[in-house]
């Protein structure tokens, strides 16, 4: 059975690193996809933050700037690179 896709999942302080995809990954694709379009409408970050990452840059701009860089370079790896590593990891679990 397959799980169901989170809209509008909370986030961490900042996404996962590294070459593989994570199941924090997985659960977060809507939010990674979200950001994407973002970029693309030229969107405020700050706006974005408040609406997709769920964080008040008023009341910490550092942390909230980091949160979205982060999730925003997962976003940008995933669609480069790590949409392989999905099919790879698909296919080495036989699904």
């Known amino acids: 059975m397959r799980k169901p896709v989170e809209l509008d999942p909370d986030v ?4 996962p690193a590294g070459n593989d995809i994570t199941p924090y990954d997985e ?4 939010t990674y996809l979200r950001l994407l379009d973002a970029k693309t409408d030229g969107a405020d970050w700050n706006e974005v933050a408040r609406i997709v990452l ?4 008023i009341g910490d701009e550092t942390l909230t700037r980091r949160c979205w ?7 940008e790896w995933l669609s480069r690179a790590g949409y392989r590593r999905i099919l790879e990891q698909a296919v080495a679990a036989g699904r």
């Not at 659960?27 to 809507?30: A, D, P, R, S």
């Open 12 to 15: 961490d302080d900042e996404a």
């Open 27 to 30: 659960q977060h694709y809507v």
């Open 54 to 57: 769920h964080r008040d840059p």
């Open 69 to 75: 860089e982060s999730h925003l370079a997962r976003a």
